[in-house]
């Protein structure tokens, strides 16, 4: 039986560690520099991450040589109770303002939602290569949407606005990969662009302009072609209405959630800071231990969202662009396993993952960039945080088991 | 699964390449543009200019008494930081600092190892800075580097009262206290918080939120201006409180109780608001604030008369007489004796193999109830208290509060003890005790222990025939007071017997009456004897007028007898209460 793990395990690729070692190693050295620093005892950030690679490196191993049938037939059971899972917070407790933890006892919570950004892709990618679906129609396109849809609102409800992103994007990949029209999906998001164009009638026009055209180029049918305009008009008409009637504190709300800089002294400064100490760190950085601006502490969640600020002020832009490099070799690496795989279940699993890595890196780079309003999204195999190192760390099981080019 | 061929093709796979090449050089582009482009922006920023969060101190809510008038205030000092990584010098800056000041640099030294924590952070060199010493200091900013300070409210006291043990006292937190009271209560060491009394009991209310302000400052501490587009947070002010006391019958009980080690509390007993609260001796509150030497605090730990024990409410003392409402309430509830049915009293009382004496070593002669309790003859008691068991005695006791916590809005408070059978035998085993003892417990001595509050609340119950309210110098706890299940004819007999010990030629408690007209009052002596020396001194009464009433317990720690010393006390009280000019006030 060793041995038959021991093929398995060579036969995957392998090389996939490499970049990730590199990452979790700046990660440590960064963490170490935060903890030593301002004199935090263990247990501490530093030490929490590094107990956390064991059950990581585990728990990827064990998804390694777990055959990929089983894994295909169970994934819609386990997306039943992720979706489950998500939901059940709601009836807990509020941490931290939000519904996203699940108490255990332990000392750490659960975050079903991380789980949850790869379960989906996974389910999806069984349903995209179950059925032999005609990808050029836009039909083909609704249900996966929808699939993926539901379990992003619940979290986006939390709220929970990163991980909703990152749940979603995938879908787009994946569809794409598997031979949508990239027209289709453009018409998916239209919904999102009549809401936000629809409080200027010019804007509005204008828009409503370039989807008819979209959609007559599209050539659907024809009253798929007009109820989807229509709806879309509709849409941008009542939404001004049902805005009008939320009260001023709900509006704020939900402004802030797409524009944290209304908050000034929250999310605002925070990006202040997160610029300056990153612009301060020039192309070599200050050193280990000497970023001021890091130390100070006025940089909240300094060793999770805004690592890379960290990473800036002491190590500079040279090392924030090995960082890059790691990633960019990682995801296309990962996208080149799908080209090659073995089949369509386990390329579109790769294409996902991929997927979710990019977004989390691209996002939590802008952000700490001032590039985006911050959202909060932690960096792979840097950002401390057991419950992602976790689940990174699970995805690199499933990269290197799709990956391998040979069957079961 | 596997039927499905994987069906990529090679310029999908491009066009996701060149999607992941292209959004990754757009970051790489804006850290160039951030670190390189702009990097002298962002590095003059981060080494000229520092961007500083300090939390503005939230003014502690004010202690009010029942008129409004102020107890406890704010008053603003100041307090001297310096931060690690930005003092160039640190001797020359303690020499500056001690020359425009006057603070000794040994001591800035020593409170800089004590209060460090990084290097970027704040240490704390000296607090309660005068304006005067703060104008000299700022004279010398240039030859300072690194040195900040930070407003701070102390408290400061109404100076006529001290009503130290009600009030309490704030001292510096500890580690316990941040790691209990938890983070999101924005502790920081060197913060203040209630150690006792109303400062701890309301502790989170009077503390209210602190604020933080954002500002920058260059390599030298100095403020260089507000972050553009930043707010500062406003702190949150405490909530004030308005205890039930009274300032001016306070400052009397103090007067009073100066120089003497006692107790003496006056509060409603329709409410249970407390108008003053007295624990002699006291201290001044002052003491507390400001810088305490460990020379002062020593001097007050080992002051023999325990100027911090509050005695009101940690005090344990035996009743004494005053006791024996309860046991006659509990006998006439039991139709076990006669009020009428006289009993002989010649001095001292034969029981088995001991004699027990009376107060009044001439005897009383004669003695029926009413005037066993107005001349407060001892054996009477001795005799009625043999046909009821010491458990009986005990549930009625309990009714009027003996044995139990008094509930009141203060941090700690004893139970005293209320003797059952099975006390005694644990204490005694079970062959080591006999009904000698409950002879002794008939008259308030013996194993039978009290506090002065656990009084308060037995004269509120005996003026209110059971229906008083929890006490308490803030609010009411809410905790019921079960009403005691006993006919109003014993009510009414106890409290014609107590109106009778003050107005009967040799009631003991003739002394407490200021003879105002309209004025009643009813009340009791005691004299408990104990192993320290002279008798502590008891007198619980009450008083009413135009439908006013106030109830009022004095103690005297080794007094002497309740009904010489402890009684004039009450009469001032009284009198001071029933006559002065005041409004007729809300019933609190």
Sequence with gaps: MFRHYRKKILESPISVLFPVSGLVILGLATLFSITSTQGHAPPNALSKQTLFIIPAVILMSMILLTPRRIIHKYIYIIYGCIIIAVTVPFFGEKIAGTYRWINIGLPFGLQPSEIAKWVIVIALARYLSDHNLKMKNFDAIVVPFLFVLFPTIIVFSQPDLGTAFVMIIPVFTMLFWVGSRPIHLFLIIAPLFSIFTAFDVLIFSIWAGIMAVVIFLARLKLWHALGLFFSNLFLGLIFPLIWGSLRSYQQNRILTLFNPELDPLGAGYQIIQSKTALGSGGFLGKGWGQGTQTHLKFLPVQESDFIVSVIGEEFGFLTLLIMLVLFSWLIIKIIGLALNATDRFSSLVLVGISTIFLTHV?????????????????????????????????MVGFVLNFGRDKLD | MLKSPNSASKSTYWVMIVGVVLLHTVLAFRFFQLQILDFDIYNQRAESNRIRAMSIPAPRGLILDRNGEIIVDNFPTYILYGIGAEIINKKHNYNVIMQSTGIDTTFLKKNYQ??????????????????????????????????????????????????????????????????????????EYGDLIGWSGIEKNYETSLRGKKGVTYYEVDAFGREAGKIGGQENILPNPGKNITTTLDVSLQQLLETELRGRRGVGIVSRPETGGILAYVSAPNYNPDFFTGLLSNIDWQSVIADTNRPLLDRAANGLYPPGSIFKMVVAIALLEKKLINPQVEIFCPGSYEFYDRTFGCWNQNGHGKTNLEQAIVQSC???????????????LAEAAKQFGFGLETYIDLPSELKGIMPTRQFMNRLYGRRGWAQGALLNIAIGQGEILVTPLQMARYINMLATKGKTRTLHIVQNKNHNIPEPDISIGSWNLIQDYMSKVVTAPKGTGRRSNPKIPGLKIWGKTGTAENPHG????????????DGEMISVVILLENGGHGGEVATPIARNIFKHYFTSNRMKLAKK
């Excluded at chain 2, 580097?145 to 009262?161: A, V």
């Excluded at chain 2, 002279?534 to 007028?545: L, R, S, T």
């Design chain 2, 114 to 187: 004590n209060y460090y924590r990084n290097q970027f952070v704040p240490t704390r060199l000296a607090k309660d800075l005068t304006i005067n010493q703060l104008s000299r200091l700022e004279e010398e900013k240039n030859e300072l580097s690194g040195i900040i300070y930070k407003q701070f409210p102390e408290r400061s006291y109404n100076q006529k009262i001290y009503a130290s043990h009600a009030l309490g006292y704030l001292k510096e937190i500890d580690k316990q206290s941040i790691e209990k009271l938890g983070k999101d209560n924005q502790l």
């Design chain 1, 362 to 394: 691209f996002v939590n780079c802008a952000m700490t960039a001032g590039m985006i309003p911050v959202k909060g999204l932690p960096l792979p195999f840097i950002s401390y945080g057991g419950s992602f190192l976790l689940s990174c760390f699970m």
């Design chain 2, 534 to 545: 002279e008798p502590h001194a008891w007198y619980i009464a009450y008083g009413e007028k």
């Design chain 2, 378 to 392: 001892d054996v009477y008691f001795y005799q009625v208290i043999q046909k009821i068991k010491l458990d009986e």
